[in-house]
């Protein structure tokens, strides 16, 4: 007994050895992004490449017809996210990236109406007030040198989770030691050792939930997390407070399936019942999405419009012309009126998706298209998105910032499946259009107030960071502001 159990250890001692000297030996070279790029630019010629993910095949797509037909009309043999975990690995765990096949489809179909223009509507003041705090918290870095943009955008972005999920007002830009802060700084803090557990966890596959792994968040904020909800929850039953924000809408999903299962209507076993577990674990995914990915994406926004004053001034004049038509405020209808303002995120979001490739588990055998190659269930599939979206075959002078490229104009050249920063198909990010809208609202609230500019620590061009999964900068988005001579409302 004893012997086994020494065997097992030393199994486990010589893969975290392993992997701990594979990984640094990516962290000393170059980030996944790069990776991608040398793998993709070393078969120009060909549509797919085939590597492997520990033992398992792993389907390197360049092609962007194929991407389309694997997301969009092939999407029942890959329907899983190839990076998820066991549904039951953790408290917060049973949320729409982990779930599969029937459970994926159902938890979809109750979450989606939280996403209407309807619903985005209605959290639009809270956006705003979210955004005028910021601008106010800005005055305090007006004469500074400079700023690390990610760290205090990350705070506006979560503050505004904070307020559209669950109705709290945090105030994260005051006190950057809040609890929420600290949570989501632990989501994404990235080492090698929890870049092994990860990849651990995906070669466990159901395996995982019983081991307890190192590296990741720590128990103490998964409790402050799950207390924040039980406890709003509570409040707003106790006194009758009804917020149109995610976590009321959630909750009534969840109190509609159980008045069903007291019905009668729905089957208590039932594996896809909308339980307080799901409400949860749908809370933390909608934190950890609308916060870091938002935060990035404005801060590069940000670096960018700072070294292309033209676009900066292009853009500015329009969100004044458009404003100035809604008597100077800045409605939900003002801010869809602003189309170059769109065309600025979106190119933003091509030279820095926030997610470097989408990843795709087999969930059914697969016959790649136009061959004899057929791909078992529990393979991989990889879009590299960095790759594709700077390849100059399909986006001329990819490098160069050009918003253009998204206008009327020129927007149908775009070669579907080349662009891909939320996704694609029915995987694509739920909340693709809180997140865009977030974005808008930033960006009009600061470039009212202020030119955005270089400083001496400005990096250009910005090198990823090589210890994350994300695509973000590795010394982070240091700028610098200048109040506008002329403010407009």
Same mark, same amino acid.
């Given at each position: ?27 000393? $070279? ?10 993709? %630019?070393?078969?120009?010629?060909? &549509? ?24 969009? &009309?092939?999407?029942?043999? *890959? ?34 109406? $939280? ?69 989501? &700084?632990? $989501? ?19 395996? *995982? ?121 800045? $409605? ?24 470097? *490739? ?32 700077? %390849? ?40 693709? &259009? ?56």
């Amino acid at each position: 007994m004893f012997l086994e159990i020494g065997l097992l250890l030393a199994s486990f001692a010589l893969l975290y050895v392993y992997l701990f000297t594979y990984y640094s030996f990516w962290d000393r $070279t170059c980030d996944i992004s790069s990776i991608h790029q040398e793998v993709y %630019d070393a078969y120009p010629n060909e &549509r797919f490449v085939g590597l492997f993910t520990f033992n398992k095949p792993n389907l390197f797509v360049r092609d962007p017809a194929m991407i389309e037909q694997i997301t969009i &009309r092939d999407f029942a043999f *890959a329907s899983d996210l190839g990076d998820s975990n066991d549904p039951r690995a953790t408290p917060i765990s049973m949320h729409l990236i982990n779930a599969s096949n029937d459970h994926w489809r159902s938890l979809r179909t109750k979450l989606t109406p $939280t996403f209407t223009s309807g619903k985005l509507k209605g959290m639009h003041g809270q956006l705003l007030e979210c955004a005028d705090s910021l601008v106010e918290h800005m005055k305090t870095i007006e004469s500074a040198e400079s700023f690390e943009t990610r760290e205090l955008i990350a705070c506006f972005t979560t503050d505004v989770i904070a307020s559209c999920a669950f109705g709290l007002n945090t105030d994260t830009l005051k006190d950057r030691n809040s609890l929420f802060r600290a949570f989501g &700084r632990a $989501t994404f803090s990235i080492t090698p050792t929890r870049k092994i557990f990860r990849a651990v966890r995906r070669l466990l596959g159901p395996m *995982a939930r019983f081991i307890s792994l190192p590296g990741g968040i720590k128990p103490e904020l998964i409790e402050f997390f799950i207390n924040t909800v039980n406890e709003t929850l509570e409040y707003r039953k106790k006194n009758g407070v009804v917020r149109q924000d995610f976590l009321h809408l959630m909750n009534e999903v969840l109190e509609k399936e159980r008045e069903m299962v007291r019905s009668g209507q729905m089957d208590p076993n039932d594996p896809h019942v909308f339980d307080h577990a799901t409400l949860v674990s749908n809370s933390f995914v909608f934190f950890v999405a609308g916060f870091e990915t938002t935060s990035t994406t404005i801060s590069y926004a940000m670096h960018e419009l700072a070294l292309n004053h033209r676009i900066q001034e292009k853009l500015y004049t329009e969100i004044v012309t458009v404003s100035a038509k809604h008597n100077g405020q800045l $409605t939900f209808e003002a801010i869809q009126e602003m189309k170059y303002l769109d065309h600025v995120i979106s190119e933003t979001l091509r030279l820095y998706p926030p997610v470097p *490739a989408l990843t795709r588990k087999v969930t059914k055998d697969y016959r790649v298209p136009h061959t004899d190659v057929v791909l078992p269930v529990g393979s991989f599939m990889t879009m590299p998105i960095v790759a594709l979206q700077l %390849d100059p075959s399909l986006f001329p002078d990819p490098l160069t910032f050009n918003p253009d490229r998204f206008s009327e104009e020129k927007e149908h050249t775009i070669v579907k499946g080349s662009y891909l920063p939320f996704g694609s198909g029915p995987r694509i990010c739920i909340g693709a &259009r809180f997140a865009k809208l977030e974005i808008q609202v930033a960006l009009v609230k600061i470039l009212l107030k202020y030119n955005i500019v270089k400083c001496d620590k400005t990096e250009v061009p910005l090198t990823r960071c090589k210890a994350s999964f994300m695509n973000v900068p590795d010394k982070g988005i240091w700028l610098r502001i200048e109040p506008r001579t002329t403010v407009a409302a």
